[in-house]
């Protein structure tokens, strides 16, 4: 039987990483998930949103007490304003003024599929020159990830 949700009251925060990587490997078995000394958990693996589209390498990164870094490593996708990136690289998945990190949010269950609509964003973007998905505006100078609140 396994785990319904990652418990954030009373448990070790190692630990929540270790349930996490469980998860992660039982649902995405074709990913590479460890957790590494002074990172924490490392997952990763490629996507590809359609048919036609090419295999996107991602790293995603959950740090204790942080919130998920996630990147496209390979094909390197500059950053634009009109993407819904962080100048840093990292990808905005979600807004976090409507939506906030919560440590005990299942990454197999939000990241990851979040990440997956957000390259098919990504994919029509290249056609069309417009994001296609949700929004949330960065404006001229985009805070980084890091600056939102885990709860």
């Known amino acids: 039987m396994g785990t319904r949700f990652i418990p954030t009251k009373h448990v070790d925060p190692w630990l929540r990483l270790v349930l996490q990587v469980n998860q992660l490997k039982k649902h995405y ?13 490392v997952c990763t693996g490629k996507i590809q949103p359609t048919d036609h589209s090419p295999s996107y390498k991602f790293r995603l990164t959950l740090a204790q ?3 998920p870094d996630v990147r496209i490593v ?3 996708i500059p950053w634009h304003s009109d993407i819904h990136m962080y100048s840093n690289g990292t990808l905005c998945l979600y807004d976090h003024r409507d939506r906030r990190w919560h440590e005990g949010d299942e990454l197999y269950k939000s990241i990851i599929p979040w990440l997956a609509e957000w390259l098919v964003c990504y994919e029509l973007y290249q056609f069309t020159g417009k994001w296609q998905g949700p929004e949330a505006s960065h404006g001229s100078d985009p805070k980084t990830p890091q600056s939102q609140p885990v709860v």
């Open 74 to 76: 390979d094909p390197a």
């Open 65 to 67: 007490h942080r919130i």
């Open 29 to 41: 078995p074709s990913f590479t998930t460890r957790i590494v000394p002074g990172q924490g958990l």
